[in-house]
């Protein structure tokens, strides 16, 4: 049995239930694997080191633990120093460990239908098998996904904690404003009851602050990746969308973000030796949903084999407005209710419409992930409207988290037609 067999064999027993759940193991890796070894790029280290550490202090009890669904606003999790975990995140890494398949199997023991999401399904039967921290607080918002709300309200009657469900509707105007807004101060008014801590404007300004500096050095390298050719690899790219996550409102991103655009701008002046060879690429893609978080030569083969580049992600495109302090619960609610995903499709296509120009893109990838419904459903529609502009537009169907659900091959052949079909129409 080789090395690599045996590590996962041993963190599918109950060592790997205990090692996982151990803040020690986090720091650990942190300390050894973070500090030690060579990253592509500095900012990767940083936020590795950042994620590895916000892991360990979601399994240390020294703090209250918020349970954290995608786009709820992650700053109300600042304001109040509580640590955030993200249950989708984390089923990202498992399967990264290959553990997503014993979850998976776990989760129709325990009852929970297939043509769920897989992610939730992971988040359900990793809380169970104890591999993930007990929530203090479950914070989950109601737009693009329903899996979510219904995972957390599951979760705080099975545990009895408190449950923040933040009802976005789906439309952007004066009303839907003030309804959100009342939502969140009767939330922060209850988190001061419940954690014993009072909110102060100092409090609201230094995370908004943080936010704010985050928000604008990521418009930075936003920007340098629509050079041509782009100094960032999809694969890179894509990764940082943990910092949406788990990042807005956190010290520490700013200064990743700032790095990243540093570093960008080294490759585009030379001064860095991987210059040449990030700067290959034939054609530009705009990357839609997530991707794979099992291992998979795809993209690799995507950028490195055929040289079409990844230079934007819909996960890492910057829609809302800077908070204002002064309006705190105010601006978190115009953040909600800004994201393209919301309402009308679209909203969806003039944002991805703007990244094609933005990015001088040659066309468009949708992952498709099984199990969301808001994605997938839209990509007749897009895939329509996006070839009337002669936009070449390829969805790929699989699963985010399930590597039994992706079917290779069949990608592996749909994307070399579609590489075909772009250079007939950039011959």
Not at 356 to 377: I, L
Not at 390 to 414: E, K, M, N, V, Y
Request: overall charge neutral; hydrophobic content about 40%.
């Amino acid at each position: 049995m080789n090395p690599q067999q045996l590590i996962k064999e041993k963190l599918n027993g109950r060592l790997g239930r205990k090692l996982l759940s151990s803040p020690a193991t986090y720091r650990l890796a942190r300390d050894i694997f973070v500090r030690r070894n060579k990253f592509q790029f500095e900012a990767r280290r940083m936020m590795t080191a950042m994620g590895l550490e916000q892991a360990a202090e979601a399994y240390h009890n020294t703090k209250a633990v918020a349970w954290t669904s995608a786009f709820f606003p992650g700053e109300l999790v600042y304001l109040f120093d509580l640590v955030p975990f993200a249950p989708e995140a984390s089923a990202g890494t498992f399967a990264a460990l290959d553990l997503a398949p014993g979850l998976l199997k776990h989760s129709d023991q325990m009852g929970l239908s297939t043509d769920s999401c897989s992610f939730h399904r992971c988040a359900a039967a990793g809380t169970d098998l104890e591999y993930f921290p007990l929530p203090d607080f479950l914070m989950a918002s109601s737009h693009l996904c329903d899996g979510a709300p219904h995972l957390f309200q599951y979760m705080a009657r099975q545990y009895g904690r408190p449950l923040y469900l933040l009802d976005v509707p789906a439309r952007d105007n004066e009303e839907a404003l003030d309804y959100v807004t009342s939502q969140l101060a009767g939330f922060a008014k209850d988190l001061e009851r419940q954690t014993g801590k009072t909110l102060t404007r100092e409090r609201i300004r230094t995370v908004f602050d943080r936010s704010n500096r985050a928000r604008l050095d990521q418009i930075e390298v936003a920007k340098l990746r629509q050079n041509i050719p782009s100094p960032l690899p999809g694969q890179e790219g894509l990764s940082y969308f943990y910092l949406t996550l788990l990042g807005q409102g956190h010290p520490e991103t700013p200064a990743i973000y700032r790095t990243l655009a540093g570093e960008l701008r080294d490759i585009m002046e030379g001064r860095r030796h991987d210059a040449a060879d990030l700067k290959k690429e034939s054609y530009r893609l705009i990357w839609l949903h997530l991707r794979p978080y099992y291992p998979s030569a795809m993209i690799s083969y995507l950028e490195k084999e055929l040289h079409q580049k990844i230079v934007a992600e819909e996960m890492n495109y910057v829609y809302w407005p800077p908070l204002d302090p002064e309006k705190p619960f105010r601006s978190l609610a115009r953040k909600a209710l800004s994201h393209p995903g919301l309402g009308p499709i679209e909203r969806r296509l003039q944002i991805i419409e703007k990244m094609v120009d933005d990015y001088s893109a040659h066309g468009v990838m949708h992952f498709s992930h099984w199990g969301c419904r808001q994605s997938v459903g839209g990509t007749p529609f897009l895939k329509k409207k996006l070839r009337e502009k002669g936009i070449p537009f390829l969805a790929l169907d699989g699963d985010c988290i399930d590597g039994a659900s992706f079917p290779w091959g069949q990608a592996l052949t749909r994307i070399e037609g579609f590489c075909e079909v772009l250079e007939q129409l950039h011959a």
